[in-house]
């Protein structure tokens, strides 16, 4: 695949790859750093993605299927770009949204940041599609409706 269309195939396994070494150090308890916690925490969350983290080759190379839902390497890089903004307050309308779906409407975090993760990747997709960057304003309306909901 050429930068237009997607990542080639290496720089996927490159990036897969960062998933899979701050996966298996949190396993072994091996010092992390600040985006490998970040990224072991997303993972830890998902025990039903577990399972891909067992086999290194198959994780790095494996073309996830979309009859399930979303790709599960998609959706754990998705909610790891979500723990970024919410760390760097960037949007700030994403940490009000997610602050009001759990004081307000009594959400668990993860469930939160689900219906957070909804708008980021259609906003993504949207942009790819139409070949442009996302529109990040509208990515703010948006979580600022879900914060008014």
Known sequence: MSEANGP??????AHRQVF??????????????ALEVRIARVIAMHPEYHH???????F???DFEMDDGMNPYLHLSLHLALEE??????????????????TMKKMDRH??????????AETVYYAQRAGRE?????YARRM???AEL
Do not use: G, Y
Request: hydrophobic residues 40%; contains cysteine.
């Open 85 to 102: 903004q919410v760390a760097t307050k960037h949007p700030p309308e994403l940490a009000k949204a997610i602050d009001h779906m759990i």
């Open 52 to 58: 891909f983290f067992d086999d290194m080759e198959d």
């Open 20 to 33: 899979w070494d701050a996966w298996h150090k949190a396993q072994a308890d091996l010092p992390l750093n």
């Open 144 to 146: 600022k409706e879900l």
């Open 60 to 62: 790095l190379d494996r």
């Open 111 to 120: 469930d939160a940041l689900h219906r957070c993760l909804e708008v980021l």
């Open 134 to 138: 996302p529109d990040v304003q509208a």
């Open 8 to 13: 080639s195939r290496e720089q996927l396994r």
